[in-house]
């Protein structure tokens, strides 16, 4: 089987919104996006499977780089293939190249599928309390 992460292309738009309405119950918006935001695929046998979202951010007061991941997710007809895992040790990988000092993600606590695939990679759960306000 041929594996390959690939840059994400507006002719993904259909398979990748089916794949976030899937595992998220969201759809994709916006179609231009800062430069610092980068999305990719993950191709199976030249089928998109997978999709996930980098964000290259910078910590002015540390001086470092890091990574916030978002929006991992694969096909459901084709979890539980080590497709998600594959993405995880691409964006590992894409981090060294580019002198990442972390990589960071948020997932649900019922995506135990998702969490356990985090940490086998790697990912310890910080320790840590999300705020949110919503602006209506």
């Known amino acids: 089987m041929s594996l390959v992460v690939r840059r994400y292309q507006d002719s ?38 997978g999709y996930f979202v980098l964000t290259k951010n910078w910590d002015i007061v540390k001086n470092i780089s890091y990574f916030l991941v978002d929006y991992v997710c694969i096909d459901l007809e084709n979890q539980g293939q080590g497709y998600g895992q594959y993405m995880i040790n691409y964006i590992k990988e894409l981090a060294k190249e580019d002198n990442i000092s972390f990589i960071q993600l948020t997932c649900s606590s019922k995506r135990a599928c998702a969490r356990h695939i985090y940490e086998k990679c790697g990912f310890l759960e910080a320790q840590t309390n999300l705020f949110r306000l919503v602006i209506e």
Not at 16 to 35: A, C, G, Q, T
């Open 12 to 49: 993904d738009k259909e398979i990748v919104n089916k794949m976030l309405i899937e595992n998220f119950s969201y759809e994709k918006k916006k179609e231009d996006i800062p430069d610092n935001i980068f999305e990719y695929v993950l191709e199976a046998d030249a089928r998109v499977v």
